[in-house]
């Protein structure tokens, strides 16, 4: 004992004890506003801990070269070939994907039937959306004849009701099997359930149209682009679809048989031309509870966010191991291929310059 405290004992060890609190409250609350602050950032770190990854698919290997008869095709597949083809019938849910419809239209217009396609009057958030395949029906009139087109009305969102998403989900499926019925289809039809933005390709469609014997039901593993064919991101595209049409097939975008037929076309999202159109599409689906801050949706982040190949909503990629998350961590590397691509987007590459390699700038 060197020299004598002036406080007594107690209110000695109080202020010791107090200056060991407040470290630790300050410590306490900045992981506190960190933490809150970068939930989601911090889940989609630990995600390989906390999520298990979809139920492995068998993949079905993918024949195809050109000038190879279909018979042969076929026959690779292990299928044999038809005398005449299967029609082919393609279902759409659409939000606003004008310029990636058109493609989707342009590439696979000599192979099928009918182009049934849904459109509602508000998202599955409630809210209101214009009309704007209906408003932008010229473009599409070269595949006019084939087209099964429906609006579906939503009603104005009720305050409070927190189920309303899964519901207007859910009466999107039921509108689509109805227009389904409507449009004709007949069991032993190919059906095609995807997202606007999921283009099977034609030579996918010429196997379905011609080879006998194939699945049922199979998932169409697609090649994903992010914003544009510039940058491609994976093959783990897998919700579109292909059906041989029965009375029980029912409209789905979601998991429904363990095969799924390899390489089969693309899947290109927020493949946007104007700036807006990227802004409604963040706002208004199920990305929504991604903009945490307003500065999200400043036109000059995003047309940066676009040319860099970076997140638009800061997010890290979506992966189920540590190995896969740091792989895709950072920027999405450039291409300069734009070979095996939609033949539309080629033959109209001018038109569609925002979606080919350099081609990043986009317009107000
Ligand atoms: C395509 O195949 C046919 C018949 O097998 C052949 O005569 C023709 O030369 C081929 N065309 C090309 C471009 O290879
Ligand atoms: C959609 O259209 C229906 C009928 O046309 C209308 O009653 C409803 O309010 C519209 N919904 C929205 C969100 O505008």
């Not at 770190?45 to 076929?74: E, G, K, V």
């Not at 049409?245 to 789905?252: A, N, V």
């Not at 040319?307 to 920027?331: A, H, I, Q, S, V």
Request: charged letters at 20%; glycine letters at 4%.
């Amino acid at each position: 004992m060197a020299r004598t405290s002036p406080y007594p004992p107690l209110t000695r060890r109080k202020i010791a004890s107090l200056k060991l609190l407040i470290p630790c409250v300050l410590v306490l609350s900045v992981s506190v506003i960190i933490v809150t602050q970068y939930f989601q950032n911090i889940s989609y770190l630990l995600r390989p801990l906390w999520d298990t990854p979809p139920r492995p698919f068998i993949r079905i290997p993918h024949y195809y070269a050109p000038n190879i008869s279909m018979p042969q095709l076929c026959q690779l597949h292990g299928w044999g070939i038809l005398p005449t083809p299967r029609r082919v019938f393609d279902a759409v849910l659409f939000s606003n994907e004008l310029d990636i419809l058109e493609i989707r239209y342009g590439e696979l217009l000599p192979y099928v039937d009918r182009f049934v396609i849904l459109e509602a009057n508000a998202t599955f958030t409630g809210i209101p959306k214009s009309l704007s395949f209906l408003e932008n029906i010229n473009r599409f009139a070269f595949a006019g004849s084939k087209i099964v087109y429906d609006m579906l009305p939503v009603n104005e969102p009720d305050p409070g009701s927190r189920h309303q998403p899964f519901h207007v989900e859910a009466s999107h499926r039921r509108s689509l099997n109805v227009l389904l019925r409507r449009s004709g289809i007949a069991v032993g039809d190919v059906l095609i359930m995807a997202d606007a933005d999921e283009i099977p390709s034609p030579e996918t469609v010429q196997l379905l149209k011609w080879c006998d014997g194939i699945p049922q039901v199979m998932h169409l593993e697609l090649k994903n682009y992010m914003y544009s064919f510039e940058f491609p991101v994976d093959y783990n595209s897998w919700r579109a679809t292909a059906h041989v049409f029965t009375e029980h097939t029912l409209y789905r975008h979601s998991r429904q048989s363990n095969l799924m037929l390899a390489d089969a076309g693309w899947h290109c999202s927020f493949c946007f031309k104007d700036i807006n159109e990227f802004t409604f599409k963040m706002k208004a689906y199920s990305h929504a509870d991604r903009v945490k801050q307003d500065s999200f949706l400043n036109p000059d982040r995003i047309q940066r966010v676009i040319c860099n190949g970076e997140d638009l909503f800061d997010m890290l990629p979506e992966e189920y191991t540590f190995r896969d998350l740091f792989k895709k961590m950072g920027p999405i590397p450039k291409s300069a291929s734009a070979v095996h691509l939609p033949s539309y987007l080629i033959k109209n590459a001018d038109k569609f310059r925002f979606l080919l390699p350099g081609g990043c700038l986009r317009s107000g």
